[in-house]
């Protein structure tokens, strides 16, 4: 991973992002330049005394559409030359410009690991029925979407994708592994934070959800944490933690299990959880 990755984001409300990054991880990220963040007022990039950034759609229909002269001067600006001027320069390379609208691809943890491989990355606030789509045409690379459903715009979308991203940065997170061991995150072959001479007692996700977990006390509104987790027996965790993710994935997410790399193992666990699920 680079170090300093540089996200730019376009919006009409740069306020927005004030709170976001001055708290928790992104806030020491920033504070160690191990990611920097610019904001930029699309209505600085306006001509007329209204500041104007959007019309009427052509076509007829309700709401408003985001004219693109205000955001191609927004990008010539950051430096952003039109898809077909880029070349295949390593700068160009290292570099991507992304539509946050609810028309793009999900946005995954896959997504998340690619972006954080870049150097830099222009993110576009879309607002009210969206971007004129000659600007996707024109300059960006992806359009993404962090959901099947509707936002009033792609600020809440940028915060999502910059934190999401810097997280899988070193040094961002106070323990490195701790982006390994959660939902969606790496297949145990993958992983190389055992510590020599002590049996690992977390299992790697490959993509599925993350265990249940259980801090102190022991027994809390009548509910006692798993007697496995307290016995230290490493080798057992690690099985329960496993079930246990097989058992909240087939739960929640059902659909994570279709393209999931799945041992003899996991399988058999898989088929007695359906036939209980079944009772």
Known sequence: MIRGMRFEIVTIFPGFFASIFENGILR???????????IHDLREFTHDRHRTVDDRPFGGGEGMVL?????????????????TA???????????????SAQGQRFTQA?????????????ICGRYEGVDERVNEIYC??????????????????????DATARLIPGVLGNQAS?????????????DSDVEGVPRSQHGAGGLLDYPHY??????????????????DHLQIRRWRREQQLRKTLANRPDLLENA???????????????????
């Open 28 to 38: 020491r990220a920033l504070a160690e330049e191990l990611v920097t963040v610019g």
């Open 111 to 123: 997504v998340a690991r690619e972006i954080a491989g870049l150097e830099r990355v222009v993110l």
């Open 261 to 279: 790399v799945l041992s003899k193992e996991d399988r058999r666990i898989l088929e007695g959880l359906r036939r209980e699920q079944a009772h």
């Open 141 to 162: 690379d992806m359009e993404l979407s962090i959901g099947d459903y509707v936002i009033s715009g792609g600020e809440l979308a940028a915060a999502v994708v910059v």
């Open 86 to 100: 880029r070349g295949a320069e390593e700068e160009a390379a290292r570099t991507r410009v992304i539509l946050l």
């Open 179 to 191: 982006g390994e061991f959660e939902s969606f995150g790496v297949a145990d072959a993958e992983i």
């Open 215 to 232: 801090t102190r006390p022991a027994e809390f509104g009548g509910l006692k944490a798993p007697e496995v987790l307290l016995n230290g």
């Open 67 to 83: 004219k693109p002269q205000p955001l191609a001067e927004a990008l010539a600006a950051l430096g952003i030359a039109p898809k």
